[in-house]
């Protein structure tokens, strides 16, 4: 660039004139020739701002005394500068190919579900893989494979213990034998009766289990039933069942009951009816085949529910719990609640159609709100089809992912959209090509911060041991990496297209529509949210009094949101996972009312020596019962009751006279093989209900049976706290291990929540925590400014310590999802601050002037990526499910908290003790639309970049063809007006006319500004031009410029850089 040399003042020199009112817009007809600063070197830059202002600053450049992080911090910023500065001008040079491109990898990486896998919460993905938990489990299903499925009906009334009741149970337990399937147009496997279907129990009976047993199931002695009086005494007095003959317990099937005062029971509001079925299907879990386990567990399903519906009989509910129920709810939770994800989307696409375009007939953009969400649709299936090709599957908590990348997705638009309305005048004057490329200049850096520490956070959270949440990490890693590529090429695409349409005065609905001397109406052309800023919030956040506010806001919300964090408990439950309104939802509250008869459990035992290990076994089993862990009674123990059969002379005889087995003398078999043979008898004819406690090795070569495992069950107490759950838990593993090692363990389902709760306190604080750091350091790389880390890294804390805490007082508990939700949380509290920060390291001036300028500039963006992502989930306040619900607590929590300490607490803080800027950062004000242009006699424009020349990088410009004796015309568009003129604070002085320095020269040929009558004429025409009464570019030219005479053009470039420093 020429750089014409320093003159003095002459009093006939250069003759400029300035043209109130004019457009500094080039027409085809007269070429603009400026400077183009963005393919300046950074070396240049540094080394060309820092002597000048050295210059201009006698006692030294504060800006230039920098450390090494400080010019790293300058080096990686330019160098994310000019890679987005050239990937936008690349694909604003070519949008289609790039768009083909997106679509073209977007198909291919979605070949991947064909490997798609859905597992619902009834699989053990909350527990760790290597958990002992998990281990045992294994086992359990290895040793005692499935081979019954336990259905169950739940009734309620008044009094079980009536005939009326009675008699409408015995009608359902008809009604249940009776279903049959005969004819099966699908497939004659599903074809079944009550004795072809149910688990057998000797000649001519099926496991079936009720009060009704009392009756043996007879319909019509139960009918004949007179009085209550006549019920509870056979209830009395029967000990042994007349179906089954083992021992009978009527509290094992009634519940809430009332004794007498010789502990009889004499009533019962609730009763259970168990019908166990084989399980022809062969897997618990899969709901999705043919199978006539499956069909008649419909079938018992729907049968229950009809009963439920009666009204008027003596029983008030029906309640049904079958073994494929959890499945088929869980399943229809998540399809139900698929129209509020498009419901949601339907107001995204609206929103954010509003907020991007302008409401005239060419500026809205809701084929490009359209198109953005379309990409985000495309990130999805990308996330999806490489997370089902790496082997992960698609769990319970996975359906909220569309919603979380909907909102960071449309976050990401709107940076780059308000990157675009923030492009200068001068900016704007260049071709469509490099106006993209600056604009992704300046918003690729923000949102490359933003969605790398989001994908770091989850990255991090895959490393976890839970699968459900390893899965879900993988899928949202790869969900955010693949949105970021997606909004930086395919929206900016898109966003191209979309600019060239809008040049071509073309129509934004009917493209096919071209409008010539297109004017927009003046009301299209206000934007509400940023003049609110600029007007209130941004100047108020740097005024004392608002600062305490802040402060004190902050503190007070931080010490009750304390308080909720430390109250805060771990704990889960898979029946959470159901639909609020789900008929399973129902049965358990009912049969936790009821029956709240603890846990059932069960101790197992390997292939150990039976024979020798008699009172080691005992010994454990003592331990379990004195742990206090176990209900009174409620253990089932086929070694102990063998054991004392043994003693007796009926195992003698039996031993003696029926096996030919040598007498026992000491009530003990003498040979091992003589303890199973006798065993097998005890089991097989006279306590026969331990017989499926036994697993026998019936391959043995020598044709002898031998006991391989065994288990002893009970019931666990009813525990309140997760605490005391862990604890049980706990115990148990360390008792079974003291005594036998890995042969013998307590195990029941519930376990695994146990387990989940006893992990899960660890793997979130460990997930965080590595995740924070991991996102400490890509922020202090990407920002590069140890102090802006930290103090982003404050507003985050505060902010999950916010949500913490709020989540206590609305019910919420540490659990899985909480878990997801709160690593959610960091990467959006991320968002929120990263911006703030990043934006107040690019600004020069004073500490407030940069707070403020960030929040003007930046608060929109965030404002309305915050409210997006509420009003993607808003809808799902109106959820049944679990997921769903919490989604939106928690999410709410981190768009209000994360709001207000990114765009409070932060710029608060930034304005006292925020670092010095980038060595690259440029001063830039509320009103940024400024620009300058000089024209020489032939007509030809010379645009003046202002953030160069305020950077100290322009002194000077040259204009070809013309000298300083010719005349040469100043335009000023885009200036402050009279109020912030007149009543602004800069530096701590008020605007007079020795502000104006640019308009106050008179030489003697030429009148300047000299009264104050002038002067309130000039700022009376600036005013008028910044409200939007500004001569066109047809009109300028019958505008009478004002003359002035100045030495030479840098006398000119050297006044307007004194003047725009000033305000």
Known sequence: MQKPSEGSYEDSGLEVSYMKGARSVPTTEQPVHQVDLEQVELEDGLNEACPMQEAAEPSGNKRCQRNALQRIGSSVSHTLETFFYNLGHGIASSPWTVILCCFLVSALCG???????????????????????QANQLWTEKEFPLRARYNVILVTADNILSPAALREMSEIDTAVKQMVEYNNSQNDILEFNWTSICIPYGPGKCVSRSILELWEFDESRINKLKSSSEIINLLAYTERSPVFDDPFEGSDWLGDLTFNIDGGIINAKAAKLVYAIKATSGDELNT???APDLLWETRFVSLAQRFGKREGGALKSVDVKAVRSFRDESDQSFEADVILLAAGIVIIICYVAI????????????????????????????????ASALGQFYGPIHPILPFLLLGLGV???????????????????????????????????????????????????ASTALPALKSFCIYAALGILFLFIMQSTFFVAWLTIDQRRQNASRDACCIWIKYYNFVPNKCSQFQFLPWMLRKFLAPALTTTPIKVLVLTLVMCLLGVS??????????????WFLPTDSYLTRFFNRYDTYFGDGMLSDLYIGNVTYYNDTDRIEAMVNDIESSGYIIEGSLVNWHREYIAWLETREANNVAYYGLDLPWMYYGYPEKEQDYFTLLNVFVGKYERQYYPLLKWNDTNPNNTRRLEASKISFRIKDLESTDAKVKCLTFFENLTES??????????????????????????????????????????LLVANLRVCLLVCLSVIIT??????????WNLTIDILTSILLILSLGL???????????????????????????????????????????????????????????????????????????????????WIGPEPYLTATHKSITSNMSITLKDLSGSKHAVDIDRLLAGKDRSVAIPNTTNQQKVELYIEGLPDRQELEGGERDGSQFDEESLQLFNRKPDNARGISTQEELDKMLSDLEQQVSGAATSSSTAGNVQPRQFNFTNHNDIIGDCERYLNRI
Request: charge should be neutral; glycine fraction near 8%.
């Open 111 to 133: 070949l991947g579900m064909i490997k798609f896998e859905v597992k619902d919460s009834s699989a053990p993905i909350w527990i760790p893989v290597t958990s002992k938990v």
């Open 739 to 780: 005594h036998y090692g890995r042969e013998a363990f307590v195990w029941s389902p519930g376990f695994r929540n146990w387990e989940t709760n006893r992990v899960i306190g660890n793997e979130l604080y460990t997930n965080l925590g590595l995740a924070f750091a991991a996102v400490f350091i890509v922020t202090l």
């Open 829 to 911: 509290a991320i968002d929120y601050s990263a911006h703030i920060g990043h934006t107040f390291m690019t600004v020069a001036g004073t500490r407030n002037e940069r707070a403020k300028i960030t929040v003007a500039t930046m608060g929109s963006a965030i404002i309305n990526g915050g409210f997006s992502t509420f009003l993607a989930f808003i809808l799902l306040a109106t959820s049944n499910s679990y997921v769903f619900i919490t989604f939106f607590k928690v999410f709410f929590l981190v768009v209000v908290f994360g709001l207000f300490n990114g765009l409070g607490l932060l710029p608060v803080l930034l304005s």
């Open 562 to 575: 304390s308080y909720g964090t430390y109250l805060l408990k771990t704990d889960s439950n898979l029946a």
């Open 800 to 809: 999950l310590v916010n949500v913490c805490g709020m989540m206590h007082f």
């Open 355 to 386: 907020v991007m375009g302008k409401f005239n007939e060419v500026e809205h953009k809701v084929y490009l709100a359209l198109v953005g969400v379309f990409g985000i649709g495309l990130a999805i299936l990308v996330s999806y089809g490489l």
């Open 411 to 461: 976050d990401d638009m709107f940076v780059i959209i308000e990157a675009w309305n923030n492009l200068s005048t001068f900016e704007k004057q260049k071709p469509l090509p490099e106006k993209v490329a600056i604009a992704m200049k300046h918003a690729g850096v923000s949102i490359t911060v933003t969605s790398v520490t989001d994908f770091v956070a989850f990255a991090i959270g």
């Open 288 to 290: 999705r085949i043919d």
